[in-house]
């Protein structure tokens, strides 16, 4: 299992855009078979700030991810939407180890 | 819904002895009716790197969790292992909005 925290300024003027695109992005990401956890969330003391907290099953699930077309159209949708390059940062899991807490 | 991402960066030669206090509380921790979700990962990158992703029902399970005593353990058996002080990132939720995916 594989864990990346994508972290996302926006604009402020493209805030709502960013969410809409994002919800629906995340809507076909979690009925992937190899998604695990896609957590969309915004920084309580900056509405411009989001972090994505996405969790695949295995390298496997997050090529193919990228291979889909919801993901290629967010990518596509929100590249004029961020105020910088977005940032993913990759983690390994400690806790929880048992793979039905995911 | 809360999620608060905690940083932590930790001194080289504390790294098992971290892992090891953060196994303990995050097993205390996710027994406590107020807690949703409480991942403990590493940087895939940075090994010293960790970050503990929390999520609780409201600010009184917030506020309960910081007077447990595994929380109050974990955290001065921590604070010599801590390269520099930790930082929380408090998050508002967008997706999952339904409840039963936390």
């Known amino acids: 299992m594989i864990v990346t925290c994508v972290y996302v300024h926006v604009k402020s003027d493209a805030v709502d855009?960013?969410?809409n695109e994002t919800i629906t992005?995340?809507?076909k990401t979690v009925?992937?078979?190899?998604n695990l956890r896609f957590d969309f969330i915004q920084q309580a003391d900056?509405?411009?700030s989001?972090?994505?907290y996405e969790v695949f099953e295995d390298e496997k699930a997050v090529a193919d991810h990228?291979?889909?077309?919801?993901?290629l159209t967010w990518r596509d949708n929100?590249?004029?939407l961020m105020a910088e390059t977005r940032k993913g940062v990759r983690y390994k899991i400690i806790e929880p180890s048992d793979r039905?807490?995911?």
């Open 17 to 19: 855009k960013f969410i």
């Open 25 to 27: 992005n995340h809507r």
């Open 31 to 34: 009925q992937e078979p190899g």
């Open 46 to 48: 900056d509405p411009c």
């Open 50 to 52: 989001f972090m994505l």
């Open 66 to 71: 990228k291979e889909t077309s919801h993901y």
């Open 78 to 80: 929100v590249a004029n």
């Open 100 to 102: 039905t807490r995911w």
